[in-house]
């Protein structure tokens, strides 16, 4: 827990060093910092988050655990434009109340840092976690991760390897790496941060719960945005709140949803409602704004060599690959395989806006 001393009360100023990577230049650069005085006390609430991870240490045989702790306080931001946003890398909506996003956060580090991740995290959001390197890569090729976080010294040794393959096997999955200060650790950071690493949190400096949750928020709008409402954000406006958040919670988890009686469902209007209401401004139908948005995200997962159709297909919800290859057919006149050519990002949201909402049909 870290407390702020009296104003009249003096602070110890210590020189300590911290990576400050710059993303046009990938330079490494070290700069001094204030500590602030920490208070050498254990809370009732730590104590408990402690034997909590305790226990799921004991249960990781099962290989990964998803856990929202609800003792762990929530880390609530502004409702504020900036965090309008969603991580999916799938659309920006910002002229609605955001949906609240629930990310899965896939990890691998020692235990003393889980408990930090926790608590910046907050409850709402979950952690799929892993015991070592090679199950990491096994939950971001299975599961829709939002974002890695990990410790190249989670397995004892300093591992630049393991997540440089992770940085290339999924260049849009976001990987902010977590660690202790060591003397070791500077060398590793910057051999990553030429192999393209963004994103570094070290231990006791830069993770007070708020800082954290930012970075985390931060490197989450990282995703590759292919911003398919944004295209549409006057339309989108003119349908009811509820269904227009809906549609944002689509594009963020279109595995979520199996048809269009889910999205009416989220939204809390009637089947006939939903359609009349979408068709009303101009979209073609609810199944086809559900189309789209697994095809974007399965463009997305196809652009990174770690993973094949089918990992994309049962990603997305698919029963079988052949139903996402008639999808990418449909929409984009495209196999599942063709969605790994250099196609831009623009190209594929202007080909699905086309898709999903007809301009001659809009009062």
């Not at 988050?49 to 240490?57: D, K, M, N, W, Y």
């Not at 969603?86 to 629930?102: C, E, I, K, L």
């Not at 990310?103 to 409850?123: C, K, Y």
Request: contains cysteine.
């Amino acid at each position: 827990m870290i407390v702020t001393p009296p104003m009249d009360s003096c602070f110890r100023t210590s020189a300590r060093c911290a990576v400050d990577r710059w993303i046009h230049n990938r330079t490494i650069t070290l700069r001094r910092s204030r500590i602030r005085t920490s208070s050498h006390g254990e809370s009732s609430g730590q104590r408990g988050q402690e034997e909590q991870f305790a226990g799921h240490s004991q249960s990781l045989g099962s290989r990964v655990i998803d856990y929202a702790s609800n003792s762990t306080p929530k880390v609530r931001l502004a409702k504020t434009r900036e965090n309008a946003h969603f991580v999916a890398g799938t659309a920006t909506f910002m002229s609605v109340m955001p949906v609240q996003r629930h990310l899965l956060v896939a990890s691998h580090l020692p235990s003393t840092l889980r408990i930090p991740l926790r608590t910046a995290l907050g409850a709402e959001h979950r952690i799929a976690e892993a015991v070592n390197w090679t199950d990491l890569a096994d939950i971001v090729r299975h599961r829709p991760v939002d974002l890695v976080v990990a410790d190249p010294s989670a397995d004892g040794g300093v591992n630049v390897d393991a997540v440089s393959q992770m940085i290339e096997q999924f260049p849009r999955t976001p990987v902010i790496v977590y660690t202790a200060l060591a003397p070791n650790s500077f060398g590793a950071m910057a051999e990553l941060s030429r192999r393209g690493l963004k994103d570094v949190v070290l231990h006791r400096y830069d993770d007070s719960p708020e800082r954290f949750h930012r970075t985390i928020e931060k490197a989450a709008k990282k995703r590759p945005g292919q911003h398919v409402l944004a295209h549409l954000g006057d339309i989108v406006d003119r349908l009811p709140s509820s269904i227009a958040s809906t549609l944002e919670e689509v594009f963020e988890r279109p595995q979520a949803f199996d048809s269009a009686a889910d999205i009416a469902s989220t939204a809390k209007v009637t089947l006939s409602t939903l359609y009349r209401s979408l068709t009303s401004v101009g979209f073609r139908s609810p199944k086809r704004i559900l189309i789209a948005a697994r095809v974007l995200r399965a463009h997305t997962y196809m652009r990174e060599p770690g993973h094949s159709v089918r990992e994309v297909a049962d990603k997305l919800g698919y029963s079988n690959p052949r139903i996402l290859a008639r999808h990418t057919y449909i929409t984009l006149g495209l196999k599942p395989r063709q969605l790994r050519r250099r196609i831009s990002d623009e190209a594929i949201v202007g080909r699905l806006v086309e898709w999903i909402y007809d301009t001659n049909a809009a009062d």
